[in-house]
């Protein structure tokens, strides 16, 4: 044990590491220097500097989770077709960049071959940002790369082409918590039934205070079940969110069927145009079914199809739906507009149409 | 392996169809091809685990406490709770390991990080996780500690995990984007790197984030999911090169670009000329970007560069989904010193969140709680209208300050008009 001890040693502490070693030299050249880019073709984009350098940015979709053989023959392409540099964009596409023009038709065609998709720039849709879902979470709902690659499987012609009025972002997440963030349709896991409580684990895995403090609807409060301190839930004031399981994993609140899927649209974090904003619900109740989900791939398809018939050019959804009104949404993707819709958290009030504004 | 012990998967084999590259596909070569049995075992067992996650609908893996020698954090360790069937992958925890700033590589350092995680973990790697870290999904709990000790050679650092300062990003940036009005590079390196302790040593009441976006794009969605945004700027005018301006005009015609440039201006500060050339009234330009996407040839951010700060972003958990607001509407960011002075702005906030926050709340719901004015005077920055969309609209407030305040703000803005005149 103590030679064990003494053949550990204390870590290096350096933290989030130097990236200019890992870049391109045309791009370490250019650093802060470039003048404009273009768009030539989908998964394509040339960058132009003021030095007069280019660059050819050619971006392709994967599996997100790579296993290593996938990973080598990223990097391997990386070698043959790209000077071996490569860089990861925030939805888990890979980036190849070449300052030679006639290199990019050949690493597409490598790429191509090897069974990746290029595309996700522009006007298109981007690959989907997700989670860990089954695979490696320990709270989910639902899981992430499967719903992800069907529906991308479905989806895939709209990422290789740019043929929608502006980008789209989608998103999905395993549970309430919505690691997966925000996107123009955002498919994230609903629960629908409070947790059912195992009372003999309670006391003994869960800390309770902090449990019955992480409520947010205050609906949680500790009581004596069977003899035994345990927690109980107020089932007319939760509103099933699973905010508690995560602390006590006896309150399970994933169940086969009432855990089920919602649909948010017109979450846009940039600032272009009109101020970022969040994700509106615009459909649940949506089965969570493995291993394709159609349900839900059937509504984003629905989304899609509207918007890109109804939408002006640059209109990303939410500029969209601001142009054209909600019950304007609703009409034009058949989705049934419920009470669940009208919001009741705090500053919902903000949420209702003050006014005369209707469109009939 | 032995064949014999294969997990049918009959449910997972149905991602194996359609175009999309299936990562089913790549687990199962990982089980059928890899040379090493140890990793065949692992992701044999692991497909068998999520196969019965789809027949049952539930996940199956729970949290514990692992970490290596000297860290608190920066493991997430996953236990099965059904590894009694599973057993080659009933410890299969992660290790987030914090990527430079944009996300660069070289292939030789992907094969070489490649090669390490084949001799200690599963093969299985993320680039990237929602936070931003490199995942490298599934090794045991020694694993784990070889493994980082291997990369921790050659460069590498885990990332946050917990109550703590958490793995920043940043986007593409300056290395290749003409928009781009900072060294993202720069400003994330000096915010996470200041505070290496903070990401390794989990004692904060709940996670931190930095996200940095060279323009207001925000690629990196940092006023919704981080505390501490940091978003490229500029303050003078715009640069307008009406040659270009004409070439896209003749281009795409009038109409398009007064459909979509001029007329799609949130605050209508362009017009477009009889004679095809753009006028720009900047002193109600908001920086939304909107006009540069569309004209990327004609139009470009301004010479005077900088940030905006915006404090306070995070999703649902626990009271809704806030954003981050205006702290800083602008700072210089060129010189050694006002690089200090970011560094500064952000200890004092993580420390003010640290001794006010409630356990497991973000800075954002800190600030909801307590009142932005209240934040604002523990972090020692001055009131500024762009902080706000509209003043108070609601009578019930005490105002005996008032005197003071006025006073302040009037000798601020001589101060101000002082220093410019220089």
């Given amino acids: 044990m103590a030679e064990q001890k003494a053949a550990l040693r204390p870590p290096i502490e350096s933290g989030c590491p130097d990236g200019f070693q890992y870049m391109h030299p045309a791009m370490r050249k250019n650093y802060g220097q470039w003048k404009f880019h273009e768009h030539p073709r989908p998964g394509v984009l040339r960058h132009v500097a003021h030095s007069g350098d280019e660059i050819w940015t050619v971006k392709a979709g994967t599996q997100r989770i790579l296993d290593s053989y996938t990973l080598r023959k990223l990097t391997s392409i990386g070698d043959e077709f790209a000077d071996g540099f490569v860089r990861f964009t925030l939805r888990s596409n890979i980036e190849y960049m070449v300052t030679d023009q006639a290199k990019v038709e050949p690493l597409i065609k490598a790429l191509e071959d090897a069974g990746f998709v290029v595309g996700g720039t522009a006007n298109s849709v981007a690959m989907i940002s997700h989670t860990q879902g089954w695979l490696h979470c320990d709270i989910p709902g639902t899981d992430a790369s499967g719903v992800v690659k069907a529906m991308m499987d479905e989806l895939i012609d709209e990422f290789k082409n740019c043929n929608m009025p502006n980008r789209v972002h989608l998103t999905t997440s395993c549970c309430q918590i919505n690691c997966g963030g925000q996107g123009d349709i955002a498919i994230n896991v609903q629960h629908t039934k409070p947790p059912k409580i195992n009372h003999d684990l309670v006391s003994n895995v869960c800390e309770r205070p902090s449990v019955v403090a ?30 508690c399981f995560p602390p006590c994993p006896p309150m399970q609140i994933n169940d086969p069927i009432h855990t089920q899927l919602a649909i948010w649209v017109g979450g846009n974090h940039s600032n272009a145009r009109s101020k970022p904003t969040f994700q509106k619900l615009v459909a649940a109740g949506i089965p969570n079914n493995p291993p394709r989900w159609p349900e839900a791939t059937a509504i984003v398809k629905q989304i899609l199809k509207a918007y890109k018939e109804g939408a002006k050019d640059w209109e990303r959804i939410n500029d969209w739906i601001d142009r054209i009104g909600w019950p304007r949404f609703f009409e034009v993707t058949g989705l049934p507009f419920t009470k669940y819709h009208i919001d009741n958290w705090r500053g919902a009030r903000n949420s209702l149409n003050a006014s005369t504004h209707i469109r009939f | 392996m032995d064949k014999s012990k294969i997990h049918p998967t009959p449910m997972l084999d149905v991602l194996e169809d359609g175009p999309w590259p299936s990562f089913i596909s790549g687990f199962k070569r990982m089980r059928d091809e890899h040379p090493e049995q140890r990793i065949n075992e692992m992701a044999n067992s692991l497909l068998g685990q999520l196969e019965h996650s789809y027949e049952t609908r539930k996940g199956y893996w729970k949290g514990g406490t692992v970490s290596v020698f000297g860290y608190g954090g920066g493991i997430i360790p996953r236990f099965s709770e059904v590894g009694h069937a599973f057993p080659e992958s009933k410890e299969f925890h992660t290790l987030r390991v914090q990527p430079p700033p944009g996300n660069y590589y070289t292939t030789d350092m992907l094969n070489q990080l490649c090669d390490s995680w084949e001799k200690h973990g599963s093969g299985m790697i993320t680039f990237h996780g929602q936070t931003g870290n ?289």
């Fill in chain 1, 214 to 243: 992480r409520c947010p609807v205050a609906a949680i409060r500790p009581a004596q079940v069977n003899g035994k301190p345990s927690l109980e839930v107020d089932e007319k004031k939760c509103i099933c969110c699973g905010a």
């Fill in chain 2, 134 to 422: 490199i995942m490298f999904i599934g090794t045991t709990t020694k694993g784990t500690q070889h493994f980082f000790d291997e990369i921790n050679d050659y460069g590498w650092d885990l990332g946050g995990a917990g109550p703590c300062v958490r793995t920043a990003m940043a986007c593409v940036g300056a290395a290749r984007c003409e928009q781009s009005c900072t060294n993202e590079h720069a400003v994330m390196r000096h915010l996470v790197n200041t505070f290496t302790d903070d990401v390794h040593r989990p004692a904060l009441p709940y996670k931190f984030k930095f996200k940095v976006s060279g323009c207001p794009n925000d690629c990196m969605n940092s006023i919704e999911r981080s505390d501490f945004a940091v978003i490229g700027t500029w303050r003078d005018d715009m640069k307008i090169d009406q040659d270009e301006v004409k070439a896209f005009v003749e281009l795409k015609g009038r109409d398009y670009v007064i459909d979509n440039v001029t007329t799609r201006c949130p605050t209508d500060c362009m017009t477009l000329n009889d004679d095809n050339t753009l006028t720009v009234d900047n002193k109600n330009c908001v920086r939304c970007m909107h006009c540069l996407n569309v004209m990327t040839k004609a139009l470009s951010p301004g010479d005077d560069k900088g940030v905006t700060i915006l404090i306070g972003g995070k999703r649902t958990l626990k009271i809704g989904d806030l954003m981050g607001t205006v702290v800083v509407p602008f700072m210089k960011l060129d010189t050694a010193e006002d690089y200090e002075k970011i560094v500064d702005l952000a200890s004092e906030t993580i420390d003010f969140f640290a001794e006010n926050a409630l356990e497991h709340e973000r800075t954002g719901e800190m600030i909801e709680r307590i009142g932005l004015v209240n934040f604002l005077e523990g972090v020692g920055v001055d009131v500024d209208p762009n902080m706000v969309n509209s003043p108070r609209q609601c009578s019930y407030v005490r105002m005996d300050g008032w005197d003071e305040e006025a006073e302040a703000w009037f000798q601020r803005k001589a101060e101000e008009k002082a220093a410019a005149a220089g």
